[in-house]
DNA sequence: CCGCTGTATTAAGTATACTAATACAGCAGA
DNA sequence: TCTGCTGTATTAGTATACTTAATACAGCGG
């Protein structure tokens, strides 16, 4: 289900939540599911159980999970998880925006890449 | 002409070395243009003469400075380091749309968010 | 030759990110 | 209540990136 890649620059935890938070907005796991347990996800991924409790921990710090002591982590309402994740998107997309207005790209050229994509 | 910001996470040769991409497509810095020595610059950010090298060198590295021992730094050719620029900006131009499609964003969601920046 | 350029090397210090080990706290079923 | 699962907090070790420092080499030009 996750796979880690350990050339990759990116820092485990944030391959694991990003992975799952993909997974929840595509609803692979419907809302209120429970996530795998933080030891039972370290055994099975073969690393320390602390790297999963951080996944999970910003998960929860960003709304994506809520998490309950002595029973686990829980996917939150599905409708969330998508504003969620779209504001993250619309933030890099707005981010490149204007950059290329800043540099002075027209809207032929901006508009070209955007129309090539979708 | 150059801001340092020692709360961004960013490494400073890499703010450096932004700031003066930006500076040279934006054409405050003609092509041919000779950039400050690695020295000078040094003493005017205070900072260690090394980090100034390491920030020329990625932009050598990269094309938008060409290095001649004994003379110092100059600008690449303008339309190159314009191409160079917008290339970057494309990526993450792509990047960002390929997420949004990822999580099944419309075209109209996206191209909203795209008019609303031009 | 002298004073400026860029460049390379080596070392050290520092900060930060990441991972690990361990202990604590809450829930629920036997 | 005990046991075994949950999440959580604390602390420590490790690795890596970044920056600084000191020094040396090499090329250019007055």
Redesign the interface.
Known sequence: MINLDYKDKRPIYEQISDKLK?LM??GAFPENTRLPSVRSLAVDLSINPNTIQRAYAELERQGYVYSIKGKGSFVAETEKL?DL??DE??E??????????????S?E???K??KN??
Do not use: H
């Open positions: 993909e907005v595509i998508r994740k779209v998107i619309k890099r997309l707005i981010e490149a925006l204007d950059n290329a207005k800043k540099i002075g790209m809207d050229e901006i508009m890449v955007v994509r979708r």
